[in-house]
């Protein structure tokens, strides 16, 4: 069996913000009555932006396709895909606004999908709160803050609204804002003080990396949004990511394959082993990736293979399940390249976690350092794919 690899680069591609990533005019919250129409502040001393105005990254088809705004299926696939499937995707995991200010703080309020802030192996940050990066001095995405939801009384949770952080060093950075991960929003609005420069950095048209999988891809169990490894590998590659993961719902299905051969990605990063047996594995996988290749004859393709399960060394039924749907994938694979399909790639899954333990919550989703784990192992076979 082949598998890519190759060795990672020492220095990592980051942002560079030019001008035609920015949109052309400066959005000042300034009160200077030379503005034809200057933004009004609101009781809060605040001057709100709406996403909506600003344009998202990490939707795959145009918004008017959506049922909703911040959902991951067209509204076409209501009825189409199962509907376990159709209510994941409303989660708005994978999504993420950008832009530069120069503000000493930044605020929030959003009105959330659901009442549910948290979950029993996922904490309310990731599954429902809002993460920050910034653009330091080096061109490289540092953490600055996250968004942690608060419970309203009686439990109505959706409205959330506070600061986001304060104190910033002066000077105008660029920012990231990853949306919830098991999550969605209806509604999310940016808070600058009066007088800050805010300029929306439009959202970049490269062709994204396209992940299709379970709950891990989905982003179960990271303690922020940009901590699961489809959003560390969008900041290492500098590229958009489109996340289709769909927790206990990654099944290789034709239906979820014919949207995905909608799509025009750099890369199909396929991982749905965890939610897959060997007898579905060899139903499916060999023709997802031939309804690929017919829609898209020169996209790279990635297969990859179950995580190890953190107690598969004391059970031998996980070993037992690891052994039957990896070799499952394996004769896939090897079925595939025999016969002629290229650009074909396949990363193991027997280290993704690396092997002391100490790489999930509860055996089966990683943790943070899980997740770094993963996108380590998953960088060199994407550069290789990317020709990057």
Not at 74 to 84: E, M
Not at 87 to 96: E, K, T, V
Not at 160 to 170: F, I, R
Request: glycine fraction near 8%.
């Amino acid at each position: 069996m082949a598998q890519s690899s190759s060795v990672p680069q020492s220095r990592r591609q980051f942002l560079t913000l030019s001008t035609t990533a920015v949109v052309a005019s400066t959005i000042r919250t300034s009160l200077s009555a030379s503005a034809a129409e200057p933004p009004v502040a609101s009781e809060d001393g605040l001057v709100w932006f709406n996403l909506d105005d600003w344009g998202i990254e990490g939707r795959g088809w145009p918004v008017e396709d959506m049922e909703r705004r911040y959902a991951r299926l067209p509204s076409k696939a209501k009825g189409i895909v199962r509907d376990a499937v159709w209510g994941l995707s409303q989660d708005s995991s994978g999504m993420l606004t950008r832009f530069q200010t120069d503000a000493s703080a930044i605020h929030l309020r959003y009105t959330l999908r659901t009442d549910r802030l948290e979950m029993s192996n996922m904490a309310a940050t990731g599954v429902s709160g809002v993460d920050l990066y910034g653009l330091d001095s080096e061109n490289n995405w540092r953490w600055v803050s996250v968004f942690r939801p608060a419970a309203g009384k009686d439990g109505k949770n959706r409205e959330q609204h506070g600061k986001l952080v304060d104190g910033l060093d002066p000077g105008s950075r660029a920012y990231t804002a990853y949306l919830p991960l098991y999550n969605g929003i209806d509604k999310l609005e940016i808070g600058f003080p009066v007088g800050a420069e805010v300029q929306p950095i439009t959202p970049r048209t490269e062709k994204p990396i396209v992940f299709y999988g379970t709950s891990i891809t989905h982003g179960a169990s990271a303690s922020r949004p940009g901590m699961c490894h489809p959003a560390i590998l969008g900041r290492r590659l500098d590229r958009p990511v489109i996340n289709l993961g769909f927790s206990g719902n990654g099944k290789m299905e034709p239906e979820v394959g014919a949207l995905l051969a909608e799509l025009d990605p750099a890369v199909y990063v396929i991982d749905c082993l965890p939610n897959m047996v060997e007898a579905e594995v060899r139903e499916r996988a060999e023709p997802l990736v031939r309804k690929l290749r017919e829609a898209r004859p020169d996209t790279p393709i990635v297969l990859v293979e179950d995580r190890t399960y953190g107690y598969a060394w004391v059970k031998q039924s996980a070993r037992k399940r690891h052994e039957t749907s990896r070799a499952a994938l394996i004769h896939a694979y090897d079925t595939l390249i025999a016969s002629g399909v290229k650009n074909l790639h396949y990363l193991e899954g027997e280290a993704l976690l690396g092997d002391d333990g100490e790489a999930t919550t509860d055996g089966s989703h990683p943790n943070d350092l899980g997740f770094v784990r993963q996108a380590d192992a998953f960088e060199p076979v994407l550069r290789k794919a990317l020709g990057i």
